[in-house]
């Protein structure tokens, strides 16, 4: 089973690479504007920005605030690189006049790199939760960091972060279980 869920995350993550190249960031020969404008359509170009990074896993989490024109990155990555490559690809937004980049570059650890691979299948071979794995980039974004594991981002439903969260504890050698998973509203109108 680990190995079919390897297979489906390699072609949909080579899929997401391909893919890349027909998408356009925005560009405007105009000098970006003083201020950008926080409305949904922007949060979610910042949102696709960061999403369509190279290299963004399921091991890593970037989130964002605005204010004013500065847009301030947090989070945790694996690579040095897509530290760099998320404050690039924010700059390149229309409106966009600073970056403060607070990205959290983890430490390399074979200890962790190992607790990271076996959260993974602890997690998505539950069959409430394997759902999350077929998507490009799943939305629970698994962070370990001296054997402590952080769980962000967004599920379905209440019943599923509880569960991630009793998965990822079972897992021997974690020292910790952190989770700052949200539900979606799935009934909100769409916009």
Not at 17 to 46: D, M, Y
Not at 93 to 101: A, F, K, R, S
């Amino acid at each position: 089973m680990t190995t079919k869920y390897l297979l489906i995350a390699s072609g949909l993550t080579l899929s997401l690479l391909l893919s890349r190249g027909t998408i356009h960031r925005q560009s405007s020969s105009n000098p970006k504007s003083s201020k950008v404008e926080v409305s949904e359509p922007f949060s979610h170009a910042l949102r696709h920005q960061l999403l369509m990074l190279p290299y963004y896993s399921v091991f890593d989490s970037i989130d964002f605030s605005i204010s004013g024109n500065t847009v301030t990155l947090t989070g945790q990555v694996l690579r040095p690189t897509l530290k760099a490559d998320a404050e690039a690809a924010v700059k390149s937004l229309e409106g966009v006049g600073n970056v403060v980049n607070k990205i959290e570059v983890l430490p390399r650890s074979a200890t962790d790199d190992e607790l990271r691979r076996d959260v993974y299948r602890a997690i998505f071979e539950d069959p409430e939760l394997a759902k999350y794995a077929v998507q490009p980039v799943p939305s629970i974004h698994i962070i370990v960091k001296n054997r402590a594991v952080t769980l962000a981002g967004k599920v379905d439903k209440e019943t599923d972060i509880a569960l991630a969260s009793k998965e990822a504890a079972k897992v021997q050698n974690v020292a910790g279980v952190q989770n700052l998973l949200t539900a979606r509203n799935i009934n909100a109108p769409v916009k």
